[in-house]
């Protein structure tokens, strides 16, 4: 197999190696052991990284199979990204979609620019430049790594702003989640002082705001989930202080 970059560095340690000839007369013993050790040292990282060659070759065909795999496979999901935007588009508010835009443009750029290093990669296998090999593997995993995260965003991007039931139901119910059920009402009613009931007031009149935003052809479920995980806050901060009262005998 061959090792050019090992034999380069192996060429490396020549003058270090007629310095070491020339004997501990003329350079001193300390010095000639100090650089007796340290050739030693260089040659056997040499010797090991030369016995590691079949190794390290499987290790990089197993690479450039698995990227090439994993190519394929994220070109056939990035495909489904557009279809995904154009629905986002149609039915929801731009907040929702906006930031998903550049997506189909930027994968389709990181998978051509994957290919041609994982191309490229190959073609240094072949002619077992592996150390080539292994940053043109790594520039392709990275170049992955990154359309894989952008693609998977835009399909998170459809699966939290589909109306599902789910979100209907926390539409529906959100109001009786602070004290809108009779069991809630209870609740307020025994606990909650004058100064507690104000802000759970408040937290109601703005679920309900964030519910009507809901309506229309294009709904903001951004700026609804937004308010709803407010309401929650401020709801809890007041539960919280009414405990901490009742704890104290207040």
Not at 83 to 102: G, I, K, M, T
Not at 128 to 142: V, Y
């Amino acid at each position: 197999m061959r090792a050019d970059d090992l034999a380069v560095r192996l060429a490396r340690l020549g003058p270090e190696l007629t310095l070491l000839n020339e004997g501990a007369g003329r350079h001193g013993v300390a010095e000639t052991l100090q650089r007796a050790d340290r050739v030693l040292r260089d040659a056997e990282a040499v010797r090991a990284e030369a016995e590691r060659l079949p190794e390290r070759a499987a290790e990089i065909d197993k690479r450039l199979v698995s990227l090439r795999t994993r190519t394929e496979a994220l070109t056939t999901r990035a495909g489904g990204v557009e279809p995904v935007l154009s629905e986002l588009r149609r039915r929801y508010s731009a907040a929702c979609w906006q930031d998903l835009q550049h997506v189909p443009d930027q994968a389709a750029a990181s998978l051509r620019q994957a290919g041609e290093r994982l191309a490229e990669a190959g073609r240094a296998r072949a002619e077992q430049q592996w150390p080539d090999a292994t940053s043109l593997l790594s520039t392709a995993r990275a170049l992955l790594d990154s359309t894989d995260e952008a693609v998977s965003a835009a399909g998170s991007g459809c699966a939290v702003w589909t109306p599902s039931r789910r979100t209907r139901r926390r539409r529906s119910s959100g109001r009786g989640s602070l004290y809108g059920t009779p069991s809630g009402s209870r609740w307020r009613a025994e606990h909650a002082r004058p100064r507690h009931a104000r802000p759970l007031d408040e937290a109601v009149a703005r679920l309900d705001r964030a519910v009507e935003g809901l309506e229309g052809r294009h709904p903001d479920y951004w700026h609804f989930l937004t308010e709803l995980e407010a309401v929650r806050s401020a709801a809890a901060h007041v539960v919280g202080q009414i405990r901490e009262e009742r704890g104290a005998g207040h």
